[in-house]
């Protein structure tokens, strides 16, 4: 089942690895893997449905000091100052680092382990305007989301990016740092979407736009442009992925540091996540940020993931990078634990 944009798709038709499926007709949940695994599920029955609910009994989280981290403190500013070294050495100017979370589920029954139901109570305590859930099981796949960016939306042939840097718990923490690692983003986005819009379609409606979320605020911008002839998902995917915004600039230069630096792989974390309307040539893909997958392996308790991050800059102070991607994941980390934050 899928649960994205206030719908809910059952019956599930074909599961391919193909973008160009994306073209053909019909409603699919998509699933982006950060490291390369694209999914694309096609659904017969897509439905309008409320909010998610919290199902009582139908999740049981994590034991809240059960979680443990790819990276730990010392790790992890180790790695911005690491990252910064490569900045001044030019061979990059800003890269997300980032951490994953990792805690055993204490009962290995899926009925008391629904991903959705995950979805219910993070939609209580988190609300976010891409939430969703992805549940195929029989694919490995088990995703709750509480993302607050947009990766793509795509109305026929005019397509969008929200891609957010800058964080902070409220607007007066955000720091000069912040709006210049937005516009830096906003520059790569614009030449990522360029390669598969037409010239001089590229446009940004809104930049650096203040966005007030449960618990922190962030900066985010908007980047728009229109699909050249003969472009469409292959061509988009290809041209934009991974996100600008979770990877860095040159994203070239980038993508080698984050693999050098990072200890485990990121996989549904900053990959994307969400729905493609074929029929009407509308979809909404989110970053996969603020995101909980389970791992379910044969003989062994089942696992949750959480992943969380911070761009690095030269104005970058490692504490305070760590210090952010702890004010991302504790209101989440703690719902899922079955805590629950006013």
Same mark, same amino acid.
Request: aromatic share 6%; with cysteine.
């Given at each position: 089942?899928?649960?994205?944009?206030?719908?809910?798709?059952?019956?599930?038709?074909?599961?391919?690895?193909?973008?160009?499926?994306?073209?053909?007709?019909?409603?699919?949940?998509?699933?982006?893997?950060?490291?390369?695994?694209?999914?694309?599920?096609?659904?017969?029955?897509?439905?309008?449905?409320?909010?998610?609910?919290?199902?009582?009994?139908?999740?049981?989280?994590?034991?809240?000091?059960?979680?443990?981290?790819?990276?730990?403190?010392?790790?992890?500013?180790?790695?911005?100052?690491?990252?910064?070294?490569?900045?001044?050495? =030019?061979?990059?100017?800003?890269?997300?680092?980032?951490?994953?979370?990792?805690?055993?589920?204490?009962?290995? *029954?899926?009925?008391?382990? *629904?991903?959705?139901?995950?979805? #219910?109570?993070?939609?209580?305590?988190?609300?976010?305007?891409?939430?969703?859930?992805?549940?195929?099981?029989?694919?490995?796949?088990?995703?709750?989301?509480?993302?607050?960016?947009?990766?793509?939306?795509?109305?026929?042939?005019?397509?969008?990016? =929200?891609?957010?840097?800058?964080?902070?718990?409220?607007?007066?923490?955000?720091?000069?740092?912040?709006?210049?690692?937005?516009?830096?983003?906003?520059?790569?986005?614009?030449?990522?979407?360029?390669?598969?819009?037409?010239?001089?379609?590229?446009?940004?409606?809104?930049?650096?736009?203040?966005?007030?979320?449960?618990?922190?605020?962030?900066?985010?911008?908007?980047?728009?442009?229109?699909?050249?002839?003969?472009?469409?998902?292959?061509?988009?995917?290809?041209?934009?992925?991974?996100?600008?915004?979770?990877?860095?600039?040159?994203?070239?230069?980038?993508?080698?540091?984050?693999?050098?630096?990072?200890?485990?792989?990121?996989?549904?974390?900053?990959?994307?996540? #969400?729905?493609?309307?074929?029929?009407?040539?509308?979809?909404?893909?989110?970053?996969?940020?603020?995101?909980?997958?389970?791992?379910?392996?044969?003989?062994?308790?089942?696992?949750?993931?959480?992943?969380? #991050?911070?761009?690095?800059?030269?104005?970058?102070?490692?504490?305070?990078?760590?210090?952010?991607?702890?004010?991302?994941a504790a209101r989440l980390v703690a719902i899922a634990s079955g805590q629950h934050p006013e």
């Amino acid at each position: 089942m899928a649960r994205f944009g206030g719908r809910l798709a059952t019956g599930l038709c074909e599961v391919t690895s193909d973008p160009a499926a994306l073209e053909s007709d019909g409603w699919w949940a998509v699933a982006y893997d950060f490291e390369g695994r694209l999914t694309c599920a096609r659904f017969a029955d897509v439905r309008p449905v409320p909010a998610p609910v919290r199902t009582p009994g139908a999740w049981r989280g994590p034991f809240p000091d059960s979680w443990h981290s790819s990276l730990d403190r010392a790790g992890y500013t180790a790695g911005v100052r690491a990252i910064r070294e490569r900045i001044a050495t =030019g061979e990059v100017y800003q890269a997300n680092l980032c951490r994953v979370m990792t805690a055993p589920l204490p009962d290995p *029954d899926p009925a008391r382990s *629904d991903i959705d139901a995950l979805t #219910g109570l993070l939609a209580h305590g988190n609300p976010a305007p891409y939430a969703g859930t992805l549940r195929l099981p029989e694919h490995g796949i088990e995703i709750a989301t509480a993302s607050p960016e947009l990766y793509l939306s795509r109305t026929g042939r005019t397509v969008s990016s =929200g891609p957010i840097k800058g964080t902070g718990r409220t607007e007066a923490d955000l720091l000069e740092k912040d709006y210049a690692e937005n516009v830096m983003i906003v520059d790569l986005v614009r030449n990522d979407l360029g390669r598969a819009c037409a010239i001089g379609s590229i446009t940004v409606p809104d930049l650096c736009a203040v966005e007030k979320h449960p618990g922190l605020v962030h900066l985010v911008s908007l980047v728009r442009g229109t699909l050249r002839d003969g472009a469409g998902w292959p061509e988009l995917l290809d041209a934009t992925f991974p996100p600008g915004s979770v990877t860095g600039a040159p994203k070239s230069s980038a993508l080698r540091i984050i693999d050098e630096l990072e200890t485990a792989p990121r996989g549904p974390y900053t990959g994307a996540v #969400g729905w493609v309307d074929a029929d009407r040539s509308e979809a909404e893909l989110a970053v996969g940020i603020r995101t909980f997958w389970i791992e379910r392996t044969a003989g062994a308790a089942p696992v949750l993931h959480f992943g969380t #991050g911070a761009g690095i800059t030269w104005g970058s102070d490692p504490e305070h990078e760590w210090a952010e991607t702890e004010l991302k994941a504790a209101r989440l980390v703690a719902i899922a634990s079955g805590q629950h934050p006013e």
